[in-house]
T-cell receptor
Framework: AQKVTQAQTEISVVEKEDVTLDCVYE???????LFWYKQPPSGELVFLIR??????QNEISGRYSWNFQKSTSSFNFTITASQVVDSAVYFC???????FGGGTRLMVKP | EAGVTQFPSHSVIEKGQTVTLRCDPI?????LYWYRRVMGKEIKFLLH????????ESGMPNNRFLAERTGGTYSTLKVQPAELEDSGVYFC??????????????FGPGTRLLVL
């Protein structure tokens, strides 16, 4: 099976620190999509970003940024100046029909 | 615009009983997906509807699980009879066409099922 691996099961940081969540994927497809979702304590999965395999430009959205490296099959997610509200479980996923990583629980302490 | 809704939010049943989970997708979304996360494992794909048709049910674990989407609107997932290993969180997601698994899927809050 083509897996998605999030090696960090849990990360704890202090507010205002930067934190990077790692995601490594396997695929035999030439065209594919990568996603990040956030699961806050309320439980729903909140969509954060979708990238296609042909677009390796890094993306920044406010305090969030994503680094897609096709050569290493990685799609890492960085939160700059973390806040307590960023505390959640973050999932990386790959198309098709969404293959998910195991999730990384991020705890941001005040 | 209302998001994906799921009912119930929690369900506690005994082994051997039947449970039916419901999902209402975002209005206008023809694609509807079911996923589940059992304790300590990854979120796994169960099946995919395009309107009322099952497009892919390769993730359904066994024939105790039956999904329907009559009329192409809401969907139900029935587990009969429930076993202990069915405990977990069942997520529903919906998306617009083309539904090849590459489009953004929007998830509901999940149903937490506990089988005792």
């Amino acid at each position: 099976a083509q897996k998605v691996t999030q090696a960090q099961t849990e990360i704890s940081v202090v507010e205002k620190e930067d934190v990077t969540l790692d995601c490594v994927y396997e695929t035999r497809d030439t065209t594919y999509y990568l996603f990040w979702y956030k699961q806050p304590p309320s439980g729903e999965l909140v969509f954060l970003i979708r990238r296609n395999s042909f677009d390796e430009q890094n993306e920044i959205s406010g305090r969030y940024s994503w680094n897609f490296q096709k050569s290493t099959s990685s799609f890492n997610f960085t939160i700059t100046a973390s806040q307590v509200v960023d505390s959640a479980v973050y999932f990386c996923a790959r198309s098709n029909m969404l293959t998910f990583g195991g999730g990384t629980r991020l705890m941001v302490k005040p | 615009e209302a998001g994906v809704t799921q009912f119930p939010s929690h369900s506690v049943i005994e082994k051997g009983q039947t449970v039916t989970l419901r999902c209402d997708p975002i209005s206008g979304h023809d694609n509807l997906y079911w996923y589940r996360r059992v304790m300590g494992k990854e979120i796994k794909f169960l099946l995919h509807f395009v309107k009322e048709s099952k497009q892919d049910e390769s993730g359904m674990p066994n024939n105790r699980f039956l999904a329907e989407r009559t009329g192409g609107t809401y969907s139900t997932l029935k587990v009969q009879p429930a076993e202990l290993e069915d405990s977990g969180v069942y997520f529903c997601a919906s998306s617009q066409l083309p539904g090849q698994g590459e489009e953004t899927q929007y998830f509901g809050p999940g149903t937490r099922l506990l089988v005792l």
